[in-house]
């Protein structure tokens, strides 16, 4: 069965600190997707980032990093000098067997509540 | 792209009565899912439409939970008999990909 862990409930940092969010996942398959979605207070999950099973490359986007590492079944996510407007729950996602429509579901973790201090 | 609608923005109801919500996709998704999500949790799969096919729906769906996608675009998702435990925000996504696109949910309360 598939599962995502983000054992960082709730996190604090002050503005320009830079912080990562950590994400473990469980899948049988090989062949999978990642993601991660941003939920601001005004409630409406924003997609940041999905990422093939087979591309361990790291990603950067702005002040936005993502390190995937399959021997440790980890998907974690940086964001450098944030900022107040970063304030939000991040959830990290997995979608097993991505192409075979009768297993193409979305599973999220539980949400890391970021909260970014002035 | 007008992005995924959700109708009503919240809905307050007393137990026992049954509520429909409505989901208009963007228009050539051809998948839709929804899913619910209860305060401090992440969004919990509930269903997911290929189409018009419903292809998978979650255990989390008992049998007063009913959803429909007739003509393979807006979807409906009804609770009969509605319990205290209902309440939750219900989250509707389209794809053609496996980029999800959310509307901003229907608040579900009920007394």
């Known amino acids: 069965a598939q599962k995502v862990t983000q054992a960082q409930t709730e996190i604090s940092v002050v503005e320009k600190e830079d912080v990562t969010l950590d994400c473990v996942y469980e899948?049988?398959?090989?062949?999978?997707?990642l993601f991660w979605y941003k939920q601001p207070p005004s409630g409406e999950l924003v997609f940041l980032i999905r990422?093939?099973?087979?591309?361990?490359q790291n990603e950067i986007s702005g002040r936005y990093s993502w390190n995937f590492q399959k021997s440790t079944s980890s998907f974690n996510f940086t964001i450098t000098a944030s900022q107040v407007v970063d304030s939000a729950v991040y959830f990290c996602?997995?979608?097993?067997?991505?192409?075979?429509?009768?297993?193409?579901?979305?599973?999220f973790g539980k949400g890391t509540r970021l909260h970014i201090l002035p | 792209d007008t992005g995924v609608s959700q109708d009503p923005r919240h809905k307050i109801t007393k137990r026992g009565q049954n509520v429909t919500f409505r989901c208009d996709p963007i228009?050539?998704?051809?998948?839709l899912y929804w899913y619910r999500q209860t305060l401090g949790q992440g969004p919990e799969f509930l269903t997911y439409?290929?189409?018009?096919?419903?292809?998978?729906k979650s255990r989390l769906l008992s049998d007063r939970f009913s959803a429909e996608r007739p003509k393979g675009s807006f979807s409906t998702l009804e609770i009969q008999r509605t319990e205290q435990g209902d309440s939750a925000m219900y989250l509707c996504?389209?794809?053609?990909?496996?980029?999800?696109?959310f509307g901003s949910g229907t608040q579900l309360s009920v007394l």
């Open positions: 996504a389209s794809t053609k990909s496996e980029k999800l696109f």
């Open positions: 899948t049988r398959d090989t062949t999978y997707y």
């Open positions: 990422r093939n099973s087979f591309d361990e």
């Open positions: 996602a997995l979608s097993e067997a991505p192409g075979n429509i009768r297993d193409d579901k979305i599973i």
């Open positions: 228009s050539e998704h051809n998948r």
């Open positions: 439409f290929q189409n018009e096919a419903q292809l998978e």
